[in-house]
Nanobody, 124 residues
């Protein structure tokens, strides 16, 4: 499985960005997908996750109401729409997929495949 995240960039506080993560090499539609982020000097943290069907989503409290995760199984792509961005959202954002199709989690350890990450910088 290969995951390629894109869409990061620099934006002012209050702005929006849409991240994309294209998957290849596996059966994308069978698996939940997650987004995580890692700020400088901090551990990688959970941002959002979506079930294989898109019918269930989880969000970190820090992004709830501002970020929306979605997926298009026909395009093997998961998205993260980020609105009302804050300087504390600055981080490298990673998409991830678990090894097992039954896994749907907020825990980093449950995810086995990771993209290279895309940098989001929010200035005040």
């Amino acid at each position: 499985v290969q995951l390629q995240a894109s869409g990061g960039g620099s934006v002012q506080a209050g702005g929006s960005l849409r991240l994309s993560c294209a998957a290849s090499g596996g059966t994308f539609s069978y698996y939940a997908m997650g987004w995580f982020r890692q700020a400088p000097g901090k551990e990688r943290e959970f941002v959002a996750a979506i079930s294989w069907s898109g019918g269930t989503t989880y969000y970190a409290d820090s992004v709830k109401g501002r970020f929306t995760i979605s997926r298009d199984n026909a395009k093997n792509t998961v998205y993260l729409q980020m609105n009302s961005l804050k300087p504390e959202d600055t981080a490298v954002y990673y998409c991830a997929q678990p090894e097992y199709s039954g896994s749907f989690s907020k825990e980093r350890e449950e995810y086995d495949y990771w993209g290279k990450g895309t940098l989001v910088t929010v200035s005040s």
